[in-house]
């Protein structure tokens, strides 16, 4: 008997080993847009794959922090192949932003998140063999900034927006994942051409970095954060869900390892096409407010960074 329980912790314990390979999947001049793949020890039997943005404001945050690890260890342990990438950060050489500029400034900064991820999902879907990767099944997920890019990315998709021109033909997220995400828009109207991937937008009611409602900026230009993109999704009978955490702000940008149960429920029910509409108002003891919780967006780029 001791035998057979000590050979089950070591299989246990291989079961939670896992591959991790870098690959460049873009050039930017000089530059090698990388990518960090972590391969399952037991894989999802449809070769589910989650790509990930991490989060930092377009001016910090890498593939390979230890946010960024942690995020995709979590996701490697349930199976999915779990990719994260490099992206410009088009603000890391602004430490002060223009407030009069902010918003095209920031416009930019999203447009190359966007490149970038339709960059890498076209690389991912070019070497799905390889990777062992189905290109029907990547889930696109982001903190923060991470997470506005793949929801801009989504939405460029849906409406044929230069962006996300590298994507391939007929490709189609099978999930979007935000952790407080948001869509920058250039009209007061925000409109998708083809329906949007089923999403599961995960946001702290007091968010003001990522605007949990709508943030106005310039004329005519708007940051629609969950609760205004829920209301938008209702109407038009897109598939979503939206999880609330009420009394806290950006916080919820780095708790996918904390969620990773509700992430996976919203995957099961994406690739099986049961998704339809769910609004929740979370609370979880292991999320507690932190600095994050009372910042807002001018604190983040005008103040000490």
């Not at 799905?128 to 889930?139: M, S």
């Not at 044929?160 to 391939?168: G, H, I, K, N, R």
Request: hydrophobic share 45%; proline share 5%.
């Amino acid at each position: 008997m001791k035998r057979i329980a000590l050979l089950s912790v070591i299989l246990l314990c291989a079961g939670a080993l896992m591959a991790q390979q870098t690959y460049t999947f873009a050039r930017r001049g000089a530059v090698e847009m990388k990518m960090d793949v972590y391969q399952p020890a037991v894989p999802r039997a449809d070769h589910a794959c989650v790509l990930y943005v991490f989060g930092g404001g377009f001016f910090s945050g890498a593939r390979n922090d230890k946010s960024s690890v942690l995020a995709c260890t979590r996701l490697a342990e349930r199976g999915f192949v779990a990719v994260a990438i490099d992206y410009r950060l088009y603000l890391a050489n602004a430490p002060k932003v223009p407030l009069l500029k902010m918003y095209s400034i920031f416009d930019t900064a999203i447009r190359y998140g966007v490149e970038d991820c339709s960059d890498a999902i076209a690389y991912l879907c070019q070497h799905a063999d390889e990777l062992h990767v189905d290109p029907a099944r990547i889930i696109l997920t982001g903190s923060s900034a991470g997470a506005i890019t793949v929801m801009q990315t989504d939405y460029s998709r849906c409406n044929a927006l230069p962006a996300a021109a590298a994507l391939p033909q007929g490709f189609r997220p099978a999930a979007v994942i935000p952790y407080a995400g948001a869509i920058l828009c250039r009209n007061n109207a925000l409109k998708y051409a083809t329906p949007p991937a089923p999403t599961c937008m995960f946001h702290g009611t007091g968010d003001k970095i990522v605007n949990y409602k709508r943030f106005r900026g310039a004329i005519h230009t708007s940051l629609f954060g969950a609760n205004s993109l829920a209301k938008v999704f209702k109407k038009q009978g897109y598939n979503y869900w939206i999880m609330r955490y009420p009394n806290l702000g950006h916080d919820i940008a780095v708790v996918l390892p904390q969620t990773i149960d509700e992430f996976c429920a919203f995957v099961d029910a994406a690739l099986s096409g049961r998704v339809m509409q769910f609004d929740a108002t979370c609370r979880d003891s292991r999320i507690q407010p932190s600095k994050w919780s009372k910042m807002n967006i001018f604190d983040l780029y005008f103040g000490d960074k």
